[in-house]
């Protein structure tokens, strides 16, 4: 059997891991990456489906492990180049892209399965395990062939005391253990954090505190698909006697279906329309919205900007229920220095125990290998420092450092008589969902948007004689970004004229044949560099004079 994946390993997101077998293949989640600062103008970063594309008949289902869109975002575009791939998940999971798609107007082909369940889908047997996350009915799979057995654990931690009391079946994992599993694949998120993960239910007394002392509107930031979270929120709520309303697409859909499947409890006449509470006295209103990862279009960013219908006053507390995503810290400090300005209390991780992870920590980790007892180790979810640590810990619990497999996205992995060994690699990049395209940008051109909002631009306009290849008139320059003066901008015309002069002639650095335009850039950037320090994005148009 061969592992690749396509993402998620070496990153936070972007969760897909295929699975070779006699032919067919197996996909494990497709999931999306969310855009940091040196992404401008993305909307999305997914998986790179290249590895597949010419055999996307072998596709034999995706399972699904639950529904965050660092597992499920990436369906909609997988579905555009083959529309009735199977998926299978549980329910809430396939409830959540089932809605998705709608507004891709794809039909899926789902197939719902629940812990306990086993499935055959081509030459793999697939069976379902319980494990708790932050969002409810997650799941872990095992994977047997005649090659081998693999135990996926999906996103995971061991919280004993869970909101729904569906904790992470070891009993499960110690039966596959005993029959024998091949190879691991292990969540690494919070590998580097010791100890074992608080539970959700400790956050009850920080969440009640904001609701005892706000004087004023409360405002909760959280994934949109933070079930677990939301439901707390809305408890107490209902004991302050506060009204809540859902702000946001994301938030109203994910929360209307999953009050609809029963994983959600709002009680009767507490959930109003958001534009009713605008008419509430303040201290009887939370608003539940999304952006608290500072994303810019997201309701809570909008706010701290003033771009939203809700405006931020002095008094109102602001409670950021959930975790900095590595990459996004500077945006979410900026969101909340806005919003301390605009004259709330901000109530978040750094200040409050406001959140705790959905992910297994260094001792709950430990134990699943000594339960588990794997041949073979792949640590996967998580950028390096996390995937080392997971594999330390896998070592410290007595494997052999040579059965730890550390991967990267596109680095094929053959499991084969019990032994799992790196065999090759083939390349994977990063693929932009840019406004209506897919795919369509480039690394470079991010580079050079990024050096446009960084350096600013030149734009130089020549007339060139074509008889002789010299200037006929002073070049213009047209600048944008950066302050340069009148008389520094006549150096700089004079710079590339004499350039473009001597190259003519042929006493000049270009040759005869060299274009007029590189000419133009080379010395235009020539120039920017040694009397201004700067390296803008330059452009040369030449005219026949």
């Known amino acids: 059997m061969r592992i690749v994946a396509l993402g998620g390993i070496g990153e936070i997101g972007r969760n897909m891991t295929v699975f070779e077998y006699e032919g067919k293949l197996l996909i494990v989640d497709c999931g999306v990456l969310f855009p940091e600062e040196i992404h ?53 999971t396939l409830a959540f892209v089932e809605a998705k798609l709608k ?151 994910n929360m209307t279906i999953a009050e609809e499947l029963g994983y959600l409890n709002i009680p009767k006449g507490l959930l109003v329309d958001f534009k009713a509470l605008q008419r509430s006295d303040d201290h009887k209103v939370v608003l539940i919205c999304t952006g608290s990862q500072g994303e810019p279009l997201a309701a809570l960013s909008r706010m701290a900007n ?51 992870s959905g992910h297994a920590s260094a ?6 290998y000594n339960i588990v007892k794997p041949r073979n180790v792949m640590p996967v979810h998580g950028e390096w420092r996390h995937l080392k640590a997971n594999a330390a810990i896998a070592v410290a619990t007595g494997m052999d450092p040579r059965d730890v497999v550390i991967a990267e996205d596109g680095v094929t992995v053959d499991l084969r008589r019990g032994r799992a060994s790196i065999s090759g690699k083939i390349p994977v990049g990063l693929v932009f969902v840019d406004g209506d395209t897919v795919g369509h940008t480039t690394e470079d051109d991010l580079k050079e948007r990024m050096q446009l909002s960084e350096q600013g631009s030149v734009t130089v306009l020549a007339l060139i004689d074509p008889d002789t290849g010299t200037v006929a008139e002073p070049p213009e320059f047209f600048i944008k970004g950066f302050a340069c003066s009148p008389g520094d901008v006549k150096k700089a015309e004079a710079a590339v004229e004499k350039a473009i002069n001597d190259a003519a002639t042929g006493r000049g650095r270009g040759a005869r044949n060299e274009d007029p335009e590189v000419i133009i850039e080379r010395s235009t950037a020539n120039w920017m560099r040694r009397f201004y320090n700067r390296t803008p994005a330059i452009t040369a148009i030449v005219v026949d004079a």
């Open 40 to 92: 401008p103008g993305v909307n999305l970063i997914l998986p790179d489906f290249s590895y597949i594309r010419d055999r996307l008949d072998d596709i034999v289902g995706v399972v699904l492990t639950h529904g965050h869109e660092d597992h499920i975002g990436g369906i909609p575009y997988l579905l555009r180049e083959r529309a009735d791939i199977p998926l299978l998940g549980s329910k809430l």
């Open 103 to 253: 507004e891709h107007r794809i039909t899926p082909k789902l197939v719902q399965v629940k812990e306990g369940d086993r499935r055959t889908m081509g030459g793999f047997d697939l069976e379902f395990l319980a494990v708790n996350h932050s969002i409810p009915d997650s799941l872990a799979v095992a994977i047997r062939t005649p090659a081998g057995m693999v135990l996926h654990t999906g996103d995971f931690k061991m919280d004993q005391f869970p909101l729904d009391r569906r904790i992470t079946d070891l009993t499960g994992f110690a039966r596959l253990g005993v029959e024998g599993v091949d190879l691991f694949l292990t969540d690494s998120t919070n590998a580097d954090v010791p100890g074992f993960m608080a539970s959700e239910k400790e956050l009850a007394p920080a969440i009640d505190t904001v609701f005892r002392t706000a004087p004023r509107r409360i405002i909760v930031s959280s994934f949109a698909s933070h079930i677990h979270r939301i439901q707390q929120v809305i408890d107490a709520a209902d004991r302050y006697k506060r009204k809540v309303a859902f702000v946001g697409r994301s938030m109203v859909r």
């Open 306 to 356: 003033k771009d939203h219908a809700i405006r931020i006053h002095e008094g109102d507390t602001v409670l950021l229920a959930s975790s900095l995503i590595p990459g996004n810290e500077n945006a979410i400090y900026g969101v909340i220095n806005s919003l301390t300005q605009l004259g709330a209390n901000v109530v978040h991780k750094g200040n409050a125990k406001v959140h705790v």
């Open 363 to 368: 001792g709950e980790l430990a134990y699943c």
